[in-house]
């Protein structure tokens, strides 16, 4: 609303150029609050045209430039606005986190070559306590800590996790309190190690001798704990008979990202085939600085298992194939013709993703509504039109898209003929949205069915309250 608001006062005549580097900056907020980061970056530019002292504009395009990564970029911004207002403490604090941004990216380049260990192979959990003030649960169960730390690091392998200590943990979850760190890096490093031995594209088939068997997929969830909770108070908790597919963005925004996440992670290693994860651009370093997950686990935990969370992100799957039939990737799918389902497989991954390439395309691309592709509205990946995904799904025998990334007020949007779903599954986005939210279930003939639901009550912690505020 705010976006057709901005756009139909420019076309006003007779705007003076002050006025016409308000609106577009104003707009270019607005479109950084859509993740429409590339379209941001042409309004602020523009703005800056119009009236060179505005500093807004500056500003603007610096927050942008910084949501793509581009640090260098967004600090040339920053100085300006610095110039232009000397006294801006806001300013000069964003133009610091661009500073230790561009330092941060010069340090792993000069070490990029060097042999480093990550700290999921160095980090000695046995060597942390855990406070005797804690009575939540223990993974053997009972009221105390293991005294093996062979046995307790045993339990977090795969399949070897207790139900019921996941069960217990979503609960102390749902009443605002943690469990250990030590459990957390013990199911972080697990995680890690697991996930680096399955391909960047799963084949996931429906239960077998399930009566009725069927997947849910679910869209972004982006740290709605409580929406979450519902979701499982509808459909039941993931398991080998009852599994689930997450399509990315499980963090960031929402201030209760680290209990989603850990809910879905503890499942995992109790059920590996109950749930399943792929990875969102919000699965990134950039997005967790500035969209709050950082600032979140810094608050509940340390930096330690934001690094640990960073290393098992790096090594997520990219894309999923249900059935033979439908593939399934947080954005999109590549423009470049011919791609196979080979060379999503052979995606490397272990990084942050780049840039341009198979990577971001499947992590940050949308579809559009006319044929051919576009430069994406986001400043990373493209935009695709209907008959990009025609032809990708006829080249590699598939025949249905569901993506998420992309907000919807129903929950869910079929386009591009029947060929493209989006599913979003966070109710009233942000707490301001309004939206529903929705799933999607494929029994054996592998057609979509869905389900919506609106928001449920959550505590009183606000939506990116732990954000570093380059996030609009």
Request: overall charge negative; some cysteine; hydrophobic content about 35%.
């Amino acid at each position: 609303m705010a976006i057709e608001k901005y756009s139909e006062a420019l076309e006003l005549s007779n705007l003076s150029n002050q006025l016409r580097a308000i609106l577009l900056s104003n707009r270019s907020l607005a479109y950084i609050k859509t993740e429409s980061y590339g379209l941001a970056i042409t309004d602020a530019s523009d703005a800056i045209k119009a009236d060179a002292t505005y500093p807004k504009g500056y500003y603007r395009r610096g927050t942008a430039e910084f949501a793509l990564n581009r640090s260098k970029a967004a600090r040339k911004d920053f100085r300006a606005v610095c110039k232009l207002k000397p006294k801006d403490r806001d300013a000069r604090v964003r133009l610091a986190e661009c500073e230790k941004a561009v330092r941060e990216a010069a340090f792993a380049a000069a070490i990029e070559s060097e042999e480093t260990e990550p700290l999921s192979q160095t980090l000695d959990v046995s060597t942390m306590s855990i406070e005797a003030s804690y009575k939540g649960p223990h993974p053997k169960g009972g009221a105390d800590a293991l005294d093996s730390a062979e046995e307790e690091k045993f339990l977090f392998t795969p399949g070897n996790l207790p139900v019921e200590f996941v069960q217990a943990s979503v609960e102390r979850f749902k009443n605002q309190e943690l469990i250990p760190k030590r459990y957390v890096a013990q199911l972080l490093i697990s995680c890690k190690t697991y996930f680096e031995t399955l391909p960047s594209l799963l084949e996931i088939n429906l239960p077998e001798d399930v009566k009725g068997s069927k997947i849910t997929v679910c869209g972004d969830t982006h740290g709605q704990f409580y929406d979450v909770m519902n979701i499982f108070k509808m459909n039941g908790f993931p398991s080998a008979e009852n599994p689930y597919l997450f399509n990315g963005d499980f963090v960031d925004r929402g201030s209760f990202s680290v209990e989603v996440i850990l809910t879905y992670l503890l499942f995992k290693i109790a059920s590996p085939n109950g749930i399943h994860l792929l990875r969102g651009n919000h699965e990134t370093k950039n997005m967790n600085r500035i969209y709050g997950f950082m600032g979140e686990v810094l608050h509940k935990y340390d930096k330690d298992i934001f690094d640990l969370f960073l290393e098992v992100f790096n090594v997520l799957p990219l894309a999923a194939v249900i059935g033979g039939k439908v593939f399934v990737t947080h954005g999109g799918i590549p423009c470049t013709p011919g791609v196979t389902l080979d060379d999503i497989r052979g995606i490397k991954r272990g990084c942050e993703p780049p840039d341009s390439g198979l990577m971001s395309d499947l992590l940050w691309s949308d579809p559009q509504p006319f044929p051919g592709k576009s430069p994406s509205k986001r400043g990373i990946g493209w935009s695709f039109g209907p008959d990009i995904t025609a032809a990708f799904l006829e080249s590699n025998g598939l025949e249905l898209l569901v993506r998420s990334h992309e907000v919807k007020d129903d929950g869910y949007l079929v386009e591009h003929g029947g060929k493209t779903i989006t599913i979003f599954s966070a109710p009233n986005y942000c707490d301001q949205m309004g939206n529903k939210g929705a799933f999607i279930h494929f029994e054996g003939d592998l057609k979509p069915s869905f389900t919506q639901y609106d928001a449920v009550s959550h505590p009183p912690v606000r939506p990116m309250a732990y954000a570093a505020g380059m996030g609009g």
